[in-house]
């Protein structure tokens, strides 16, 4: 099914460095998302041949529909790259107008791009021009920082020069995770052009999809952190919250250890990589927190007191330390049972509730 098809409704896993790496994709589509995204791909790597950056352009067989995000900011660069994934496969290709980083922003990449809404229009139009048929799309913040939000003129500015859809993630640049997504500005953007908007921030909940979905009047919702914490969202985001037992975690990281060795490989190299991820991934699985039993929710931003697991092998998902991360990925890597009692005993940091990760995007 083509892109904007597959939009109605849908909850797309979103843009990623590291995260949307190929084994992690293929596990969220096997938990049933409908449209993944790539990691970010440098157009002028790619241009200069560079392999690394040809992984992340590579779509999985099993992926209905694949985008790949290019970070770039010469019009014909862009083009180039775009026309290069449409033939490699992609089913829609992105601009990034969000990337917060400064290594990244200091070049005049990703939220310093969407400081030039002329800029943004030309890359469009070129990268439309050099592609036969899937839709160029952008993914933008609401601007670098409060005083400067020019989200308006950065969606009409893609609109008018071609692009298909939009991405909005609900904050600034400055904000980075600090403040919650700003769903009414969402809607704006929704209510102004004419294309289909894909809201994005803070959707951990199906009834929070709803909510958002309710107020902003997105055609769909790209969830991110959501689908690192709980890659099951994308079964919830149909099918409802599941209060999930500890061993049917277990079992997805497990699955995500299993497609992970299949794409690094079965050997010192490839183990080397696969616990690498897994490790990182814990990162994110250990902030997993079910609906609290007076019935609240956990929100995105907050961490759950460990405390409250409910069974060992849920205190020791809960773990925020790299030594528990280390040993899981260990018992999981080997194939061997986790086992709650065997594992080494938490350090301090376990018995602080942490604050939030700073991430990329
Ligand atoms: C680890 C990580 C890497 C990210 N990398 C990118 C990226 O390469 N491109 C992008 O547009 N956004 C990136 N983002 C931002 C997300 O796509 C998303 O816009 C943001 O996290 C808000 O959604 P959320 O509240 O569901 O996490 C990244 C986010 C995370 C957590």
Request: glycine share 8%.
């Amino acid at each position: 099914m083509s892109f904007l098809e597959s939009l109605p409704g849908s909850v797309i896993l979103g843009p990623m460095a590291k995260g949307c790496n190929l084994p992690y994709r293929r596990l969220s589509v096997e938990l049933g998302a409908r449209v993944t995204c790539s990691e970010m791909a440098l157009a002028r790597r790619l241009k200069q041949n560079r392999r690394p950056e040809y992984a992340l352009i590579r779509r999985a067989p099993e992926e209905p529909c694949f985008g790949v995000q290019l970070a770039g900011n010469k019009p014909e660069e862009m083009a180039w790259a775009a026309a290069l994934v449409e033939e490699r496969g992609a089913s829609f290709v992105d601009v990034n107008l969000g990337c917060p980083i400064d290594y990244f922003t200091s070049k005049g990449l990703g939220a310093a791009l969407a400081r030039q809404p002329k800029r943004v229009a030309k890359i469009v139009e070129a990268m439309k021009l050099a592609v036969k048929a899937i839709p160029v799309t952008v993914k933008f913040r609401l601007g670098w920082n409060d005083d400067q939000r020019n989200y308006l003129e950065v969606a009409r500015a893609a609109v008018d020069a071609g692009a298909g859809a939009l991405f909005v993630h609900g904050r600034t640049r400055d904000a980075r995770y600090r403040f919650a997504a700003d769903w009414d500005a969402i809607g704006e953007v929704a209510r102004a052009v004419s294309v289909p908007v894909i809201g994005n921030g803070d959707l951990l909940f199906p009834h929070e999809m709803e909510a958002a979905r309710a107020r902003s009047h997105c055609a769909a919702v790209a969830v991110a952190r959501g689908a690192l914490i709980k890659p099951w969202i994308f079964g919830e985001a149909t099918s409802g919250y599941r209060d999930i037992s500890a061993d049917e975690r277990v079992a997805i990281y497990r699955r995500y250890v299993a497609l992970a060795l299949e794409h690094w490989g079965d050997h010192d190299r490839g183990r080397g990589q696969v616990a690498e991820f897994t490790r990182w991934h814990f990162g994110f699985w250990c902030r997993y927190a079910p609906r609290r039993p007076d019935g609240s929710w956990p929100g995105m931003q907050e961490r759950e007191d460990v405390r409250f697991a409910r069974t060992p092998l849920e205190q020791l998902l809960a773990r925020q330390d790299q030594a528990a991360h280390a040993w899981i990925t260990e018992r999981l890597l080997a194939g061997e049972d986790v086992d709650p009692a065997a594992a080494p005993p938490p350090s301090e940091e376990d018995t602080q509730p942490g604050s939030e990760i700073e991430v990329s995007g």
